[in-house]
């Protein structure tokens, strides 16, 4: 399963934006997957995970403002969305895509994405 990271960008408190992450390779072994973001000096953190069955959770700091998504795109691309709504400063960080796996139907294993960079301007 390789993930490519992408829709983040500048944008001023209040505003929104939506980032994706196209899955491919072996995506019908995917299981849950879910969005992190890491501050400049913080710990990476859980934003939103998805798991097969469509059960969504978020963290505190972003419910009721982010939405996450996956859905099955053609040519054997599976992707995840986060939309994001009434930014604020301390959303500031780069996002980084994550899904985890089964490689032959028992083990289970996480790939990352490059990550993309969202700054919220105040």
């Known amino acids: 399963v390789q993930l490519v990271d992408s829709g983040g960008g500048l944008v001023q408190a209040g505003g929104s934006l939506r980032l994706s992450c196209a899955a491919s390779?072996?995506?019908?072994?995917?299981?849950?997957m879910a969005w992190y973001r890491q501050a400049p000096g913080k710990q990476r953190e859980l934003v939103a995970a998805i798991t097969s069955g469509g059960n969504i959770n978020y963290a505190d700091s972003v419910k009721g403002r982010f939405t996450a998504s996956r859905e099955y795109a053609k040519n054997m691309i599976y992707r995840l969305y986060l939309q994001m709504n009434s930014l604020k400063p301390e959303d500031t960080a780069r996002y980084y895509c994550?899904?985890?796996?089964?490689?032959?139907?028992?083990?289970?294993?996480?790939?990352w994405g490059q990550g993309t960079l969202v700054t919220v301007s105040s």
């Open positions: 390779g072996s995506i019908f072994s995917i299981s849950t």
């Open positions: 994550n899904a985890q796996y089964y490689i032959n139907g028992l083990t289970i294993s996480e790939v």
